[in-house]
């Protein structure tokens, strides 16, 4: 049985807006500044490499209509744990909990924090300075206390208190951080087409061939750059009138996240031509700024950077206590993870072992390793996901669904094709980095088959 903590609930006190600024904060983060060269190198043909994050907004749409169904048939904190236990049984479950915990929310909170002390370090000289103040030399995982790794820790801590304080105070922040990073994103976009800095004869220039494979591996990272828009569904339990606002927070934050990644990426080529961004190093945003803002852009863009990269530290912090959460209430977690403090209502215990757990990967280095090991399995949850639609509808089909996902059966069934397509072809083309992941996934077997014994005495 679960944890006696599990009878305490979340309050319904978020409206659509406020779940559709988490998705945006969520998903706009640091990988739209370092994703796009990887997929132009790929992909070195502008129109199919614009067709790709076409393809991609699509792909997303396609999944977040699936999950809004899920969320409103099961309006549950959780998100995907909530639909693959349904679907699948507790293990499948489980398994996306795991690595949700293990590297998908701490593992970006930890790299993105890392990355916004770089930022900071324009500002602040020697804040990203490595040199260590102390080693704690655990075997095979050393944890190295420096002034990066302080920086970033506190910016992790800072934020989830906030989160830690309430519903209310983690709802302005999101939303304060969310208007902040578009409306700077936006005005960069503007003034890139405005300025004259560019050209749309770039957008003719070929840098060479494309093939099926390189493309669909291309895809596996917009996908990933696209990941964060189902974060609405990790809160439904939190929402209020979720039949109805789950999908229009859906639709919205994808939306509005699809728009902006078009822009950004068109004004990428308008700048460059696609060979030119193939061979950017480092945050292709910083190198596009230089060349339409001048010597200015340095702290223009530092600045932006800042602010995309701790608006989605936040979202993630917000997002990913719900999953632990939902697990410990089902007795699969530890079970302290189901409290709910009594004054703040919030899953504090889960929001403060998520911060100890991305403190640890900020001191030991390995949040890059971890993220881009468990990568394809984004995709993968996701694909298995939206496959549940299918199950559900099979195994329940009198149940009642304040929502249908737009397009049944074939928008799921496409995002389910190309996920699974997506997948096979990581497993084939980088068959160490997914073996890597499915070890990741599978050390987490052990302890469901111990939370297992647990519950059930």
Not at 45 to 63: R, T, Y
Not at 87 to 97: E, H, K, S
Not at 390 to 419: D, M, Q
């Amino acid at each position: 049985m679960a944890s006696s903590a599990a009878s305490s609930t979340l309050e319904r006190r978020l409206g659509p807006l406020d779940a559709a600024a988490i998705i945006v904060s969520n998903v706009i983060g640091g990988g739209i500044l370092f994703t796009p060269p990887l997929i132009a190198a790929g992909v070195p043909n502008p129109w199919l490499f614009l067709g790709i994050w076409v393809a991609g907004g699509i792909l997303a749409f396609c999944g977040a209509s699936a999950y809004a169904e899920l969320a409103a048939l099961r309006p549950r904190a959780g998100g995907e744990y909530v639909y693959l236990r349904a679907a699948y049984g507790q293990l499948a479950g489980f398994l996306t909990g795991w690595v949700s915990f293990v590297a998908g929310f701490a593992g970006a909170i930890a790299a993105q924090s890392i990355v916004m002390v770089f930022y900071l370090d324009r500002f602040f000289p020697g804040a990203a300075n490595h040199t260590p103040f102390l080693v704690i030399p655990l075997p095979y995982f050393p944890l190295t206390i420096s002034r990066r790794t302080l920086l970033a820790i506190t910016a992790v801590v800072a934020l989830s208190y906030v989160h830690y304080r309430g519903v209310g105070p983690g709802r302005l922040l999101v939303n304060f951080l969310a208007v902040l990073k578009v409306s700077a994103l936006l005005i960069f976009i503007a003034a890139g087409f405005s300025l004259g800095a560019g050209s749309a004869a770039n957008m003719q220039q070929v840098a060479g061939p494309v093939t099926g494979s390189s493309w669909l591996l291309a895809l596996l990272a917009v996908m990933f750059t696209y990941s964060g828009w189902n974060a609405a569904s990790y809160m439904a339990e939190e929402i209020r009138d979720p039949g109805r606002n789950v999908p229009k927070a859906l639709a919205l934050g994808t939306g509005a996240v699809i728009v902006v990644y078009l822009l950004l990426n068109t004004l990428y080529l308008y700048v460059m031509p696609v060979g030119e961004l193939a061979q950017v190093q480092g945050s292709v945003l910083d190198v596009v700024a230089d060349k339409v803002l001048g010597s200015a852009a340095g702290n223009i863009m530092g600045v932006v950077s800042i602010i995309s990269l701790l608006a989605s530290v936040s979202a993630n912090i917000f997002a990913g206590p719900r999953v632990y959460y939902a697990m410990a209430r089902d007795g699969v977690f530890l079970p302290a993870a189901a409290r709910i403090h009594p004054s703040y209502r919030t899953p504090s215990t889960a929001i403060i072992a998520q911060a100890i757990w991305a403190s640890i990967l900020i001191m030991s280095g390995s949040a890059d390793t971890l993220t881009t090991y468990t990568g394809f399995a984004v995709t993968l949850f996701a694909t298995i996901a939206v496959a549940a639609v299918f199950v559900l509808r099979s195994r329940e089909p009198t149940a009642e669904r304040p929502y249908s996902a737009w397009g049944y059966p074939f928008t799921p069934a496409l995002f389910v094709a190309v996920g699974t397509a997506t997948v096979l072809n990581a497993v084939y083309t980088a068959p160490y980095t997914t073996l890597a992941g499915l070890a990741v996934m599978a050390a987490g077997i052990p302890l469901y088959l111990y939370f297992g014994r647990q519950s059930s005495n």
